[in-house]
């Protein structure tokens, strides 16, 4: 990983005062990080986002979706089964690898970038969206690339990679073909729905990754 993309992710916020930098003379600056403090960073970046994602579904919810259509009751998030599977047991917790753990919450965040791009701009065209709905959704856009950056960094100390498979994008008609403007709100609440689902996801997979670091034998998600 080049230095500037470690830069940006500390112009970001995301490692704050952990950022360890050293002057080295003829204008070189080093800087390092413990994987430690990058995986508590990560995670209270991915925590954020999970939370954020719930408030700007719920708020779709409220302004846009009638009661008796709020998901999970009638499933309106088809979600793309194609985003890594989240671990069904305790078994498959401690067969999957850290390598693993990066490379879907990697992927994860991949996918999700360009439609949170184009869902913003679906809402832009609607008449009487919240402002706090457009703003929860371009800090989420923000977040997810200020993350990448970071897991990007993880990758690189962790298993000493400087890229990965960049994995499958999706895009907004990988939803639905809207026909109206029902439709187009069906298809956003969607999208959100199925975003809140992988932002937890990432969160689970970081949070695995740091127990992992400590105690490997007792890590569970169960």
Known sequence: LSWTGLFL???????????????GGAGNVHCSISVDKLLDR?????????????????????????KSMHAPQNNWGHCNSKTPP????????QQISDKWLLQSVLILIRFWMDPLKELQSSLDRYDNAPSAL???TKWISTKLMN??????????KMLDEGTLDPGNSVSLTSFMVP????????????LLTCFKKDAHKIETFLKLLKCRQTDNLSCSLF
């Open 42 to 66: 990560a995670i209270h970046h991915s925590e954020l986002i999970y939370i954020i994602s719930e408030e700007s579904t719920a708020l779709f919810e409220e302004t846009f979706i009638p």
């Open 147 to 156: 993350l990448k950056e970071g897991v990007l960094v993880l990758i690189k």
């Open 86 to 93: 989240m671990p069904t047991s305790k078994s498959d917790v």
């Open 9 to 23: 992710w500390c112009l970001h916020g995301m490692l704050g005062s952990a950022m360890d930098c050293k002057n």
């Open 179 to 190: 026909s109206d403007e029902t439709e187009y709100v069906l298809r956003d609440y969607s």
């Open 134 to 136: 457009l703003n929860k």
